[in-house]
């Protein structure tokens, strides 16, 4: 209970430094960025749950941990690289992130396993409902903590080239 007061605290802080228009215009492009990006990530997600549950007769919870995992490397690289423009160090970046990541899987797993075991709910009915939970969490902390740098942020333009915003 105490890791996500502290969470909240967190990300509260963090929209308190939102002040100016051009701030929130960057946190919405980032989302519409993050949006893409997620769902790649969780299309690759959904096909290994689906292989893994269906196949390979896995457990749904133990294949939607797995198709989790397996989505990470390349959700912090998009998001990296596309999605935030970080340029926060990776050993800072990569610490985050799994950090959020790893607190996403807790929400997702003990999601699955309440909604598919608990109240039978069909996997993907389940796996759809934690999935946006989860969607909420990792865009506000990825945004606000994990690719957030002390320095101005940074937009990319429609050609490539970066402008670091006031």
Not at 64 to 88: D, E, H
């Amino acid at each position: 209970m105490e890791l996500f007061k502290a969470c909240r605290l967190m990300i509260a802080n963090a929209l308190k430094g939102l002040r100016t228009q051009g701030q929130y215009r960057l946190l919405s492009g980032q989302l519409k960025r993050f949006l893409g990006v997620g769902l790649l990530a969780t299309s690759v997600h959904f096909l290994i749950l689906i292989g893994c549950a269906e196949f390979l007769a896995l457990s749904v919870t133990t294949a939607s941990a797995l198709g989790f995992i397996l989505s990470l490397a390349l959700n912090y690289w998009l998001n990296r690289n596309y999605t935030f423009s970080s340029n926060v160090a990776h050993s800072t970046a990569v610490t985050r992130f799994c950090a959020v990541a790893g607190m996403g899987l807790l929400i997702n797993t003990i999601g699955m396993a309440l909604l598919s075991g608990i109240h039978w709910l069909p996997y993907l009915l389940a796996q759809c409902v934690t999935t946006g939970v989860v969607l909420v969490w990792n865009f506000l902390c990825n945004a606000l903590w994990t690719f957030r740098s002390s320095e101005k942020p940074c937009i990319v333009q429609p050609d490539g080239s970066r402008q670091w915003s006031d």
